[in-house]
């Protein structure tokens, strides 16, 4: 019996190997009793399915956060079929957030969540929107690092768009897209990064170049149309952090830049700029 438990101990551990964080709610206040007790536990399930789904083939280079909030709309039956419909928000308690208005999946009770190859119109959602967020995250660590996995989301995207549910796959597809094909985008978010890390690091003078590339793709990626929302979205999760950053690092070049870059922002940066 020992071993048993000693054995799934280290499944257990192996599963959680790669440290991810899923903090999932589901909101079914607008179904009717009996579909809204079938899917009492679905979040639960969801959030079990994303931290111990193997993303990657390599270990991730830190824990990662996973944040959903699943609103169901409606419950209909065709068949065997318990079909849903709903929309999420899903995000990395960060500067990633994405808003899903149009989804439809099918789920009876007791259904057990497995990743496979072939699309499921409940699972593959949770494969998108897990592989965009970490990709987007992977980004910051290295140079395009999300790659494989925007690759991977594109794929779930494109089996989606010819499924029987391809509600919202289209725009799916579309914006992983977006995404993974806007070099400035990305290039911005590992260089902002590289900046600190080389900063806090003690090579102040190796920031320079990083912060410089930051700032010119920043610039490049608010004023294009596919990238403008993503952008806007980093810039609110990190003005404060951004704009403390800047003064320390002490060139005042690079505030008035970032000032006339982000327009939104601009009254933080004016408080740092009058105590300069």
């Given at each position: 019996?020992?071993?048993?438990?000693?054995?799934?101990?280290?499944?257990?551990?192996?599963?959680?190997?790669?440290?991810?964080?899923?903090?999932?709610?589901?909101?079914?206040?607008?179904?009717d009793e009996t579909?809204?007790?079938a899917v009492s536990q679905l979040a639960e399930d969801i959030r079990y399915?994303?931290?111990?789904?193997?993303?990657?083939f390599e270990d991730l280079p830190t824990d990662f956060t996973i944040q959903a909030t699943i609103y169901l709309d409606t419950y209909t039956e065709s068949g065997y079929q318990k079909i849903y419909t709903?929309?999420?928000?899903?995000g990395n308690s960060d500067d990633q957030k994405y808003f899903d208005d149009s989804w439809q999946f099918t789920?009876?009770?007791?259904d057990a969540l497995t990743r496979s190859r072939s699309f499921n119109s409940l699972t593959s959602f949770l494969d998108y929107w897990t592989l965009t967020i970490l990709g987007g995250d992977l980004d910051t660590w290295n140079e395009f690092g999300g790659s494989q996995l925007y690759t991977?989301?594109?794929?779930?995207?494109?089996?989606?768009?010819?499924?029987?549910?391809?509600?919202?796959w289209q725009e799916r597809l579309d914006?992983?897209?977006?995404?993974?094909?806007?070099?400035?985008?990305?290039?911005?978010?590992?260089?902002y990064y590289e900046a600190i890390d080389l900063w806090d690091s003690g090579q102040k003078k190796e920031t320079h170049k990083p912060l410089k590339s930051f700032l010119r793709n920043l610039e490049t990626s608010i004023k294009r149309q596919d990238s403008r929302i993503f952008t806007q979205n980093f810039l609110k999760a990190k003005y404060r952090e951004l704009g403390d950053f800047l003064w320390e690092v002490g060139d005042l070049?690079?505030?008035q830049q970032l000032r006339r870059i982000d327009e939104d922002h601009r009254d933080y940066y004016d408080e740092i700029l009058a105590e300069w």
């Open positions: 019996m020992k071993i048993i438990i000693y054995l799934l101990l280290f499944l257990t551990s192996l599963l959680n190997a790669q440290g991810i964080t899923a903090e999932i709610k589901l909101d079914a206040k607008n179904l579909p809204r007790q399915y994303i931290e111990n789904t193997q993303w990657t709903g929309k999420a928000f899903w789920f009876n009770e007791g991977d989301a594109r794929q779930v995207a494109r089996s989606g768009t010819t499924d029987p549910f391809s509600l919202g914006d992983i897209e977006k995404l993974s094909r806007n070099q400035n985008y990305r290039k911005m978010k590992f260089a070049s690079y505030l």
